[in-house]
């Protein structure tokens, strides 16, 4: 028989079948999450600083490298903590916090590449009209709608999740709270609170990623309409940094939360490269192939490190 007693903090016991690892573990989750910060932090740096760069495409880059920096920040610092040999434990109003901002964040992500899908449909079918249709005003709406609706979603998962009644074992078999572990430790029958959230998660990455693979189809037609083999090289230079980014962003969705039988181990690490490798790659999949950011990222780094001009 289960203790009656609420729980009030939770221990995370960390990535399965790791043991003896945590000193590996931390300088190269430590080295993975400085490199990510640095990166979108210079992304972020280099289209503030450049006028050049003040148009809709970049704006919501610089949000996504934004979402970029506070993403692997949700869960990282307390793995970090513990990986070097601090408590495990985590207070239940932490554990709903990391469960929240994760979502939150990833929600936000997802309801952005979807925005930056359409963008880049407009400006490529629609040049001459892009700076109307993609004004200051609809850009501000499209961004912060990208927040509130990610919001909305972490909201009702978080709810969902915690409105269980948590009264036995409170050691979280995974590196963060997340939704399929807490489910287990929960004191009441969970079968239709994970249908419901299995539905709620799938259809959200499902429901962006059509609207994505739609722009991305009419995007094609267009390019293909270009006279210009430069117009064209560059659009398909543009358009395959963006899909790389998405396909690396949507893919763990898919392996962690859509499988019918979870494996822990896989579903850790999984989680450890969408949480910190992803968000890392991100700087450089959007300026090694972008002369633009290029440029710009150049003039920062002189400006930071006085290197001379070339």
Same mark, same amino acid.
Request: hydrophobic share 50%; with cysteine; aromatic share 14%.
């Given at each position: ?118 963008? %880049? ?6 040049? $001459? ?5 993609? &004004?200051?005003? !609809? *850009?501000? +709406? #499209? ?58 998660? %799938? ?6 990623? $059509? ?5 991305? &189809?009419?995007? !094609? *037609?267009? +390019? #293909? ?86």
């Amino acid at each position: 028989m289960r203790n009656a007693s609420v729980v009030t903090e939770f221990i995370l016991l960390g990535i399965p079948h790791t043991e003896d690892l945590e000193a590996m573990l931390f300088v190269l989750f430590l080295s993975f999450y400085i490199f990510t910060l640095m990166g979108n932090l210079l992304i972020l740096l280099a289209i503030v600083s450049s006028t050049r760069l003040h148009t809709p495409m970049y704006f919501f880059l610089c949000k996504l490298a934004v979402c970029d920096m506070f993403f692997p920040s949700v869960s990282s610092p307390k793995m970090l903590f513990y990986l070097s040999g601090n408590s495990r434990v985590i207070s239940c109003a932490g554990c709903m916090s990391q469960l929240f901002f994760y979502h939150f964040l990833g929600c936000t992500e997802c309801f952005l590449y979807t925005v930056m899908a359409y963008d %880049g449909f407009v400006a490529i079918r629609y040049p $001459l009209r892009y700076t109307i249709i993609m &004004s200051h005003r !609809v *850009c501000a +709406i #499209l961004a912060i709608g990208t927040s509130f609706f990610g919001c909305i979603q972490a909201t009702f998962l978080t709810t969902l999740t915690f409105q269980l009644p948590y009264c036995g074992p409170n050691e979280v078999d995974y590196y963060f709270c997340d939704i399929p572990v807490m489910l287990k430790l929960a004191c009441a029958d969970t079968s239709a609170l994970e249908m419901v959230g299995f539905i709620s998660v %799938g259809l959200m990455p499902l429901s962006c990623f $059509l609207l994505i693979l739609t722009s991305y &189809s009419l995007i !094609v *037609c267009s +390019i #293909l309409q270009i006279q210009s083999t430069e117009g064209r090289r560059r659009a398909f230079s543009t358009c395959s940094a963006h899909l790389t980014a998405i396909l690396l962003s949507f893919m763990p969705v898919v392996l962690i939360y859509l499988q019918p039988t979870p494996n822990p181990w896989l579903n850790a690490t999984v989680q450890v490269l969408n949480n910190l490798v992803t968000p890392m790659l991100n700087p450089l999949i959007y300026s090694l192939r972008n002369k633009e950011v290029k440029y710009s990222l150049r003039k920062v780094l002189q400006q930071v490190a006085f290197l001379p001009e070339k």
